[in-house]
């Protein structure tokens, strides 16, 4: 039998797969209305950055058609009548935006690491992420969960070696990742300049988003600058005799 790779024990479950959907399913899947005050995003969510524009659009479709997918909430630990978002927070907001006071939402009973990896993986699966947040995700599951890079990357349907090109990332300065977040630079752009010192990085990232630089341009450019520091740092040893 075929199994839907990135689903892991989550998602596929989770969500229903027909319109239907209002009819109770599986344990933990009937389909509830909850006051939208009375849900709070999560604060351990890994998507950082709402669109504006984005947020308008959906939340205009969602005046005109409905909300077309329920949002998973678990109840909070601190109040009984508030609920925390496990999945759907974009859908939560533009829902407010739209003017609903109540949405439709599947409560789940979920710890807070279970929470947090449904999360990471409905927003990789949606490329909801930016590669910023998208690595940081998996270093809070890799924390979290005691995972290994070879087990987190069969959980979310990706290979090793993604996982590990992703959680470089992590490793660039603070400016050029802000940079990555923003959309000025890509995945690609932050794997080549993860190559290099931390100042150097920053000063090529500068110049790749002034003059445009396609990531090939940008990986020649790193490796001519990676060169030239090593022949510029200890020089050559002298030999004893």
């Known amino acids: 039998m075929n199994r839907p790779r990135g689903l892991g ?3 596929g ?7 239907a959907a209002v009819e109770p399913h599986a344990a933990g899947t009937t389909v ?14 890994p998507r950082r950055h709402f669109d504006e524009e984005s947020l308008s659009a959906l939340a205009q479709s969602i005046r005109a058609h409905g909300l077309l997918a329920p949002i998973i909430v678990r109840p909070a630990d601190d109040a009984s009548d508030t609920y925390e978002i496990i999945t759907g927070e974009r859908r939560w907001r533009a829902a407010r935006l739209a003017g609903l006071s109540t ?3 599947i409560v789940r009973a979920a710890h807070t690491g279970e929470a947090i990896e449904l999360a990471i993986l409905e927003n990789v699966q949606r490329a909801d992420l930016n590669p910023i947040e998208e690595a940081s995700g998996y270093r809070q599951l890799l ?7 070879e087990m987190l990357a069969q959980r979310i349907g990706k290979s090793r070696p993604a996982v590990t090109n992703a959680l470089r990332l992590l490793a660039l300065p603070d400016a050029v990742q802000a940079l990555v977040r923003d959309g000025k630079l890509s995945a690609g752009h932050a794997r080549a300049l993860a190559t290099l010192p931390a100042g150097r990085a920053r000063q090529l990232a500068d110049e790749a988003v002034q003059r445009g630089y396609t990531v090939r341009e940008l990986e020649r450019r790193a490796a001519a600058r990676a060169g030239a520091a090593r022949s510029s740092g200890a020089g050559t040893p002298h030999r004893r005799r």
Request: proline share 15%; charged share 20%.
């Open 143 to 149: 924390d979290e969960h005691r995972y290994t890079q």
């Open 103 to 105: 949405i439709a939402a």
């Open 9 to 11: 024990r989550g998602l």
């Open 32 to 45: 509830v209305e909850l006051p939208t005050e009375q849900i709070r995003p999560n604060p351990l969510q």
């Open 13 to 19: 479950a989770l969500f229903p797969a027909a319109p």
